[in-house]
């Protein structure tokens, strides 16, 4: 039938497309040591993830499921926002590159007698350790080397060396 008054007309057929609007799921990263980056992931049930630096406004810095941040020495919080063909997530999803900071090291120069043995400590409890000796423990004695290292290993896998000197007397 045609319109009230109408006798004829033409008919045009018109196809309508409708975009689901995307959802987003993300996956906490695990803590990040200062002074590396972190590689945010986030994915979406349709479209494509970008990344943005603002919760709202901004351009796009990244595209992609995975996005890894430049080098990171502070907790930084980026967004995701799911794109199908123009129709987008309805917020952008906030995700936060916690940052490890590694307690303060430093090297040790020991005077000592000829001959003396001293213990060496690494100096920080609960991590793990690998002496220059090949000893695993927080604590060594020396066994007449005059140089020793220790590589820290944090809980999250930062790692660290700290240098021991003995100077004989």
Same mark, same amino acid.
């Given at each position: 039938s045609y319109p009230i008054g109408c006798l004829t007309g033409i008919r045009t057929s018109l196809t309508a497309t409708i975009n689901? +609007?995307? *959802?987003? *799921?993300? *996956? &906490?990263?695990s803590p990040t040591c200062k002074g590396f980056s972190a590689t945010l992931i986030a %994915?979406? %049930?349709? =479209?494509?993830i970008n990344w943005y630096e603002n919760a709202t406004g901004g351009t796009i810095i990244a595209t992609g499921t995975n996005f890894t941040t430049p080098i990171l020495n502070e907790n930084t919080t980026y967004y995701a926002e799911a794109n199908n063909n123009g129709c987008h997530s309805i917020n952008r999803i906030p995700?936060?590159?916690t940052i490890v900071s590694f307690p303060s090291i430093n090297d040790e120069t020991i005077t000592i007698c000829k001959d003396k043995i001293v213990p060496l400590n /690494? =100096? +920080? /409890? &609960? !991590? *793990? !350790?690998l002496w220059s000796t090949g000893a695993?423990?927080?604590s060594i004695l020396s066994n007449g080397l005059l140089n020793y290292s220790v590589v820290i290993t944090s809980p999250e896998g930062c790692i660290k060396t700290k240098n021991f000197t003995l100077i004989e007397n």
């Open positions: 689901e +609007i995307p *959802t987003i *799921t993300v *996956t &906490n990263p %994915s979406t %049930s349709v =479209g494509i995700i936060k590159a /690494a =100096g +920080i /409890a &609960n !991590y *793990t !350790y695993t423990t927080q």
